[in-house]
């Protein structure tokens, strides 16, 4: 064991003071460090339906999302689309897009500050996740 007098030599007092400058420094990196660590991606809505609405070069798309979460949906060809949040908190979506059948789309969401990546898919007739014919823009 150190006695007292040990504490007052000039290096063994600088050794310790860096030890324990080292353990505190440790210790603030290791509490904060969680702060710090990456989150799981957002994964982007579901689209489990798609049907052509009655005005002529429209579709409806409906899907899945996250609880109050922004889904865009977006036409490529037109460079148009819809934007609408989950403000009932049902985790579902539904917009309406001008579209031909064949058109590349994707959807995406966001919760918070995290956008998910983008859900790309083909326009064409769709009900309860099955397409009604695949061979359609082949």
């Not at 977006?74 to 009932?88: I, K, L, Q, S, W």
């Given at each position: 064991m150190l006695s007292p007098k040990a504490f007052h030599h000039p290096s063994r007092r600088s050794a310790l003071l860096r030890a324990f400058a080292l353990f505190v420094a440790g210790l603030?990196?290791?509490?904060?460090?969680?702060?710090?660590?990456?989150?799981?991606?957002l994964p982007p809505p579901d689209v489990n339906s798609m049907q052509q609405a009655q005005a002529s070069g429209t579709w409806t798309i409906s899907g899945t999302c996250?609880?109050?979460a922004i889904v865009t949906v977006?036409?490529?060809?037109?460079?148009?689309?819809?934007?609408?949040?989950?403000?009932?908190n049902t985790g579902f979506f539904s917009v309406t897009i001008e579209a031909d059948p064949?058109?590349?789309?994707?959807?995406?969401?966001?919760?918070?500050?995290?956008?998910?990546?983008r859900n790309t898919f083909v326009i064409q007739k769709k009900s309860q996740d099955l397409v009604e014919d695949p061979n359609a823009c082949k």
């Open positions: 603030f990196a290791l509490l904060f460090s969680a702060c710090l660590s990456p989150t799981l991606p996250l609880t109050g977006f036409n490529e060809r037109t460079g148009r689309g819809a934007v609408v949040e989950d403000r009932d064949c058109d590349l789309a994707w959807a995406k969401q966001e919760e918070g500050q995290d956008t998910s990546s």
